[in-house]
């Protein structure tokens, strides 16, 4: 391997072989986590490809609200829980969405709607909504507070003076209930949606405006620190750390952004809520059933009031969240 007279050479195939060799006897390191054995798919199967999801039954949501609708598209089987609810993002896919046809009002483009619910405890609902381009204005006050996150497009929503409120991916959307304007969708729209069908409009002042917060503001540097008193679990979190960002409180409604390092906490009495994983990984374990729930990024949660378990924070997370009170 070494040549008379050539001690560069030498050197440089020192240099490269060497950190070969000793890269052969380094000992792998790797981290076992005990779940239950339901919970043993790999985390890879959440990014594989729209068809493989759609046969991965390991994925299929678990409903405590009422029975999500069948689909020809996927065959999805339930698992109950009376405090969890958990889709993937596959649960949403398009093909599993049903036509909801053409709307019946419009001034332009062709727009026609799909959708999927996923709960309704009969006043927090959740889903799915996807619309193709096209407008149409809105007289008819909201009948309720809507939450939504911008999977994919783009679009605008209009108040009733006419200001204007521009959103894309990534983005959160708040319709307040009373809310009168115009929708346009300028490039279809994939969302995911949580509903509280609270008793009154909780808006004060003449005009109710949408609100969006826009994605480049859930980077950390714009949260607040909450480890002492966290936003959603109060002092359960058991001293690990947290940052979050309230965006919209108005009545029984919150809506904002929550992050939390990896760790492990006790949840003795969880608000109601909905949320959607951006980043990381947690499970959510309820007490009570003792079912568990692997969560990664484009997963949505319903949680019940009231219940009970424990939060475990395998990789950063960051999600979207809603508190229906």
């Not at 996807?130 to 007289?139: E, I, M």
Request: proline share 6%.
């Amino acid at each position: 391997m070494f040549v008379a007279g050539r001690p560069n050479l030498n050197a440089l195939v020192v240099a490269v072989i060497l950190p070969l060799m000793a890269g052969a006897f380094t000992p792998s390191q790797k981290v076992t986590v005990r779940f239950p054995s339901s919970l043993s798919f790999s985390y890879l199967d959440s990014l594989s490809s729209p068809q493989a999801a759609a046969t991965n039954t390991s994925h299929a949501p678990s409903s405590n609200f009422s029975s999500p609708p069948s689909t020809s598209a996927t065959s999805i089987t339930t698992t109950t829980s009376s405090n969890l609810i958990h889709a993937p993002l596959n649960y949403f896919s398009l093909p599993n969405l049903s036509s909801k046809g053409p709307r019946a009002t419009f001034d332009w483009g062709t727009p026609q709607d799909w959708s999927r619910k996923l709960c309704d405890d009969g006043t927090f609902r959740a889903g799915s909504w996807y619309c193709s381009q096209g407008g149409w204005p809105s007289p008819n006050g909201k009948a309720v507070t809507e939450v939504f996150y911008v999977l994919d497009g783009h679009g605008m929503l209009g108040d009733s003076d006419g200001a204007k409120h521009y959103f894309g991916p990534g983005d959160v959307v708040i319709i307040p209930k009373g809310h009168t304007g115009r929708w346009d969708v300028n490039m279809p729209i994939h969302k995911v949606w949580a509903v509280n069908a609270h008793d009154r409009v909780e808006e004060s002042g003449p005009v109710v405006r949408v609100r969006v917060d826009h994605s480049m503001n859930f980077a950390r540097q714009f949260l607040m620190e909450t480890s002492g008193k966290d936003i959603l679990y109060g002092s359960n979190t058991g001293g690990v750390a947290s940052a979050s960002k309230t965006f919209y409180d108005v009545g029984p409604t919150k809506v904002g952004v929550w992050t939390c390092e990896a760790g492990s906490f006790y949840v003795a009495s969880g608000t109601r809520q909905w949320f959607h994983v951006v980043e990381g990984v947690i499970f959510i374990t309820d007490e009570i059933e003792g079912i568990s729930k692997r969560c990664v990024p484009g997963d949505t949660v319903v949680l019940s009031a009231g219940w009970s378990g424990y939060v475990d924070v395998v990789e950063p997370v960051k999600k979207i969240f809603t508190v229906a009170e």
